[in-house]
């Protein structure tokens, strides 16, 4: 007679399939045309005052677009680091602070981003 | 009670040092680095909204450092990583389909990859030159 625990320790999957390696590839898809879209909005706004900075960070289709680009881009973020931490980091502590601290980093880094967007759209 | 039991040792499989390195080997490589690189530089993304979001101060503080020497390489490297792993990913995502995995065509890919992102590199900062850097 075997437990269900005794059964899965040190053996079997985190039973969560393909979800990450898809979402991965789905993200990687809609980071190429929002990157392009993202180096033409830096191009533009180079050389700009502040003033005119903002202006165009506030239009509609720039903020949805840059806010699209962090989503998607964070999100990538947060799955690619985990497969490097994953793969090279033995020692289960260091593993899951590392993947804890990569999770919190993505996080804030996404919502920052899409704070500052919303605010200089929202111009307070 | 159950009693604590040795991990099971099962057998590893070869590790980098027993193969010969080749030019996809540090490709893949370099695709992960590049990653590592781009997520440290998402900060200054974060920073360089966070202080348009801020006001003409932080936004004076943030244009000082992107105008520094430091802030210019660090800017210019995430462009290149940027662009690598784009095209990187690209290539990936052709692989993924089945396309271009065999000899001739797979070392192309690897090679457009290479020049390629460093092409693009070279021609933004061009771009980004003649729009008038600050």
């Known amino acids: 007679m075997r437990t269900p625990l005794a059964r899965v320790r040190g053996l079997g999957s985190a039973k969560t399939g393909t979800h990450e390696f898809w979402l991965q590839r789905v993200t990687a898809i809609a980071a190429i045309p929002l990157t392009i879209a993202g180096l033409v909005l830096v191009i533009s706004l180079t050389g700009r005052s502040y003033p005119g ?3 165009i960070l506030a239009s509609p289709l720039v903020a949805v ?3 699209l680009f962090v989503i998607a881009l964070t999100t990538h973020m947060r799955i ?8 090279y980091i033995y020692d289960k ?3 899951f602070t590392l993947l804890i601290l990569n999770t919190f980093f993505a996080w804030t880094i996404g919502l920052a981003c899409i704070f500052a967007i919303l605010k200089i759209s929202f111009g307070v | ?7 099971i040792q099962r057998p590893l499989s070869p590790h980098l040092q027993i193969y010969r ?4 080997m540090a490709m893949s490589g370099v695709h992960r680095i590049t990653g590592l690189a781009l997520c440290a530089g998402m900060v200054m993304l974060t920073w360089w909204l966070l202080a348009a979001a801020a006001g003409q101060n932080a936004y004076g503080t943030f244009e000082g450092f992107a105008a520094s ?3 210019r390489l660090i800017l210019f490297g995430f462009t290149w990583a940027l662009l690598h792993h784009l095209l990187g990913g690209l290539r990936h995502l052709i692989w993924d389909l089945g396309i271009g995995t065999e000899g001739e065509e797979r070392e192309w890919f690897i090679r457009a990859n290479i020049i390629g992102s460093i092409v693009a590199t070279v021609l933004l900062w061009g771009l980004l030159m003649i729009f008038g850097l600050r």
Do not use: F
Request: hydrophobic residues 50%.
């Open chain 1, 53 to 55: 900075v903002r202006q």
């Open chain 1, 80 to 87: 690619g680091v985990q497969i490097v931490i994953e793969d």
């Open chain 2, 1 to 7: 009670m159950t009693e604590a039991r040795a991990p």
């Open chain 1, 65 to 67: 677009l840059l806010m």
């Open chain 2, 21 to 24: 390195i080749t030019l996809s």
């Open chain 2, 69 to 71: 020497w430091i802030g």
């Open chain 1, 93 to 95: 502590n260091q593993k």
